[in-house]
C-alpha cells in the first residue's frame, strides 16, 4: 500500500520518542503464525486492535470486578478496570520513556482471561479443575489469545506477538525467576497495584460498605484527606470520596516516577535485554510501599471480608461449581466449540474454559436453566 512520503515510520518515531531500555517494536520477536508488516501500524498497535476488537474483551463489560451482586451499576467492571489502568500505566511508560503502544495492548489484555464473579469465581474454578492444573485467569488469557479466539481463517488465536504473550507469561508464575518481565510488563503491574488502591477505596465507599471515617484509620488515607481538609471547607462526602481517589492515583504515579527516573537514568541500560535481565524492577518506594500494603490489608479485612460480599461470594462460587458438575456429567449440553476441545484437553478443562468465558449475568442464567431447582438449589 502506497500511503506517500509523508508519513514517519514506527521505527523513526520509536527511534525519537524512546529510551534505550524500551522495547521497540524493530526488536520483536514477530508472531508465531507470520503476517505481513502493516504499512502505518507497528506490531504492538496490531496487538492492542486485535484485543480490542474480540470477544472475550467485550465481555469484560458484563464481569465485576469486586462487588459481585445487585449491589448497583457504580462499581467497576474487569472492562472499566482494564481502561483505568490502561490509563495510569501509559501515564507512567510516557515519563519514563517506554514503548506506550506496548504498555497499552499489555494493559487491556492483562485481565482478559477473569471467569465470572470476579475473584471468587476464579477460586471457585481453580477448585473445580484441581486434579488438571488448577485455574489462572492470567494462565487462561494465554489460552484465549492463542487457541480459543477465532479471528482468521488460517489459524486460531489472535496471533498476539510475542512479547505480549511472553510478558502475560511472567504473570502466571511470578516466582519463576527465569521470566523477567520487560519494563513495560513492569509498568502494567505497577499501575494495576495503584489503580486497585485507588477504585476499591472508591467502590467501598460509594457502596456504603466502609466510610471515611474508618479508612482514614489509614496512614495514607489520613494524610491526603488532612490535605483535603486544609484546602477545601464545607465540602461534601462525595466531593472529599472523589478528591481522595484522584490523590491515591496521583501520589502513586508520582512516587513511581519520582523513585524509578532516577534509578533507571543510573543503571543506563543500552538496551530492553538488557533491562530485562538485569533483575531491575519499577516499585514504590519503600515508604509508600508500607502505606500501600497498610491500605491493602484494611481492604481485604473490612471490604473484601465484609459480609455481604461473603453472602454474595459463596453464592457464586455455589454456582459455579454446580455449573461445572452439570458440564463435566453433561458434556453434550456444552456448545460445539467447546465440546471439540474435550479429547485435546479434558472434559474438566473444557468445561472449565466455558464457564471462565461466561458474563456474570450468563453464567447466572446458565444456572438458573441447568441447575436451579434440582436438590441442593
Excluded: W
Amino acid at each position: 500500500m502506497d500511503l506517500g512520503t509523508g508519513l514517519q515510520t514506527v521505527a523513526k518515531r520509536e527511534e525519537v520518542l524512546l529510551a534505550p531500555y524500551a522495547m521497540r517494536s524493530c526488536d520483536s520477536r514477530g508472531r508465531k503464525h507470520p503476517q505481513e508488516e502493516h504499512p502505518y501500524r507497528g506490531p504492538f498497535q496490531r496487538d492492542r486492535d486485535r484485543i480490542i476488537h474480540c470477544s472475550a474483551f467485550r465481555r469484560l463489560s458484563g464481569k465485576m470486578q469486586v462487588f459481585t451482586g445487585e449491589h448497583g451499576d457504580y462499581h467497576r467492571t474487569r472492562l472499566t478496570h482494564s481502561h483505568e489502568v490502561t490509563s495510569i500505566a501509559r501515564t507512567i511508560g510516557r515519563a519514563l520513556r517506554l514503548n506506550e503502544d506496548l504498555i497499552e495492548a499489555l494493559a487491556l489484555f492483562h485481565d482478559i482471561g477473569h471467569p465470572p464473579y470476579g475473584h471468587s469465581g476464579e477460586d471457585a474454578l481453580d477448585d473445580c479443575l484441581r486434579d488438571a492444573g488448577g485455574f489462572s485467569h492470567n494462565r487462561n488469557a494465554i489460552t484465549i489469545a492463542e487457541e480459543l479466539e477465532k479471528r482468521y481463517p488460517g489459524f486460531p488465536g489472535l496471533n498476539l506477538t510475542h512479547e505480549v504473550l511472553d510478558s502475560q507469561a511472567t504473570r502466571v508464575d511470578k516466582q519463576d525467576q527465569a521470566l523477567k518481565p520487560l519494563l513495560e510488563a513492569q509498568v502494567v503491574d505497577v499501575a494495576d497495584s495503584a489503580t486497585y488502591d485507588a477504585h476499591d477505596t472508591d467502590d467501598a465507599l460509594k457502596l456504603g460498605l466502609v466510610t471515611l471515617d474508618e479508612l482514614a484509620e489509614n496512614t495514607l488515607v489520613r494524610e491526603i484527606l488532612d490535605v483535603v481538609s486544609q484546602n477545601l471547607t464545607n465540602v461534601s462526602d462525595h466531593v472529599r470520596r472523589t478528591v481522595l481517589v484522584r490523590e491515591l492515583v496521583d501520589r502513586q504515579v508520582s512516587n513511581v516516577l519520582q523513585f524509578n527516573g532516577p534509578r533507571l537514568q543510573e543503571a543506563n541500560f543500552t538496551s530492553a535485554t538488557a533491562a530485562r535481565t538485569s533483575g531491575f524492577r519499577i516499585q514504590v518506594g519503600s515508604e509508600l510501599a508500607e502505606k500501600k500494603l497498610e491500605l491493602e490489608r484494611f481492604l481485604y479485612a473490612r471490604v473484601y471480608r465484609h459480609p455481604e460480599l461473603i453472602a454474595v461470594r459463596n453464592q457464586a462460587q455455589d454456582r459455579i461449581r454446580r455449573l461445572f458438575e452439570h458440564f463435566t456429567a453433561h458434556p453434550d449440553t456444552l456448545p460445539d466449540h467447546i465440546q471439540r476441545r474435550i479429547d485435546s484437553h479434558g472434559i474438566s478443562r473444557a468445561a472449565g474454559e466455558y464457564i471462565a468465558g461466561m458474563t456474570d449475568r450468563f453464567c447466572d442464567n446458565q444456572y438458573e436453566q441447568v441447575c436451579a431447582g434440582k436438590t441442593g438449589g
